[in-house]
């Protein structure tokens, strides 16, 4: 079911060629990098530096749990060493 207003309709995605919820279907992106496009892409049409920031804010996040995906990895990895 598609919502009752086309986000086209609200005016600040008219000059783009696809949605960026269209985007990030077609190319399987997760919520915080769906999010980064869709600021990315309005930010001059809607909230002009306050989307900036929101897309930082998400790329900030990115960064933060990638940080942490290494780090538990690192020490996955150590534990198992010392384990053998």
């Known amino acids: 079911m598609k919502p009752s207003i086309n986000a086209h309709q609200a005016g600040h995605y008219q000059s783009l060629k696809i949605e960026p919820v269209e985007y990030a279907e077609v190319n399987n992106l ?7 496009v869709k600021y990315v892409s309005r930010w001059k049409q809607k909230n002009g530096i306050d989307d900036l920031r929101k897309a930082k804010w998400y790329i900030d996040r990115m960064i933060e749990l990638e940080e942490r995906r290494i780090v538990r990895n690192f020490v996955k990895e150590e534990e198992d060493t010392h384990d053998r």
Request: hydrophobic share 45%.
């Open 30 to 36: 997760g919520i915080h990098e769906f999010s980064i």
